[in-house]
């Protein structure tokens, strides 16, 4: 398990009585229906009385929520019956006799959908009750199985319901690391301990290569230079570019970059797409004011940067007959 687990229970004005756990039949899968919100704070709200409406579980990109203990009855899928093809369970799976979890969604953009961090986290909790309840697999169903009702809105398609949640109750673990194929949604996930490593930002490899991950995905829209216990290497669309030489920047600074590595070691001139810069141990030393040489010339440098307008004098070393550069 590696959400975070908080009890932070309802007002018992929002829930029913007590239940033998054994009655437990069902696990349904409902959405909160927010565009933005968290486990937290839905559970808070329901620590307010007289909200009309309960579930056992909140689940988040981190966190799930224990809102209402197991065996007393949230009230999560009463009510009448819809006439749009759902509700296929009606009068069976009932408030007494399942345990509800909603599905928050922790982004606001305008759209209504869980986050494959959140999904993960749901589907590791819906495993660990139908464990702990002997709850098969064919009864996890959705809110809309119950009476109808389009939740979660997203999953009210057969198809997306099983690709998406449903048919990976069943799937084997999915190893540590950066998956070889993209999801659904058309990312490349991070994975830990089952789910989707939200916490992590780094680099990771799979079968295409070496990537960079920001909060548990990658970012193809990454330009940067990053770091693993290798060393710092240049990342062009969210990838490692090993075939890169040139200078490159990170919020660091400016980098001298060999097949794709910073090059440490290196002190001269090198140029990229903006000029020719000197460099000290490897990086752009903005603060260096005087001559620099190369294979082509002695050149001067303002600033860190070869100033090819300049015209003038400059004042320089001499040792043993040579400037000193």
Known sequence: MAYNMKEIWASKTNYGAYRALCSIGYITIHFTSNDGDTAENNGKYFQGENRKSSAHYFVDDTTVVHSVPDDRIAWAVGGRKYNNGGGRLYGTAKNANTLNVELCDTIKNGTVKATEATINNALNLV???????????????????????PCPSYWVDDALWEQEFHGRLTQ????????????????????????????????????????????????????????????????TNGAVDFTYTGIAQNENGWWRIENGKVNFDYTGLAQNENGWFYLQEGAVDFNYTGLAKNDQGVWFVRDGKVDFDYSGEVTCKIVKGQVAV
Do not use: C
């Open 127 to 149: 495993k660990e009750l139908m464990s702990k309840y002997n709850i098969p697999v064919d009864r996890v169903i959705r809110h809309y199985d119950v009476n109808g009702k």
């Open 172 to 235: 084997p673990s999915i190893p540590d690391g950066l998956a070889n194929q993209p999801t659904a949604d058309g990312n490349w996930y991070y994975y830990k301990d089952n789910q989707v490593a939200a916490d992590y930002t780094g680099l990771a490899q799979n079968v295409n290569g070496w990537w960079y991950v920001r909060n548990g995905a990658v970012d193809f829209g990454a330009n940067t230079v990053a770091q693993n216990e290798n060393g710092w290497w240049k990342i």
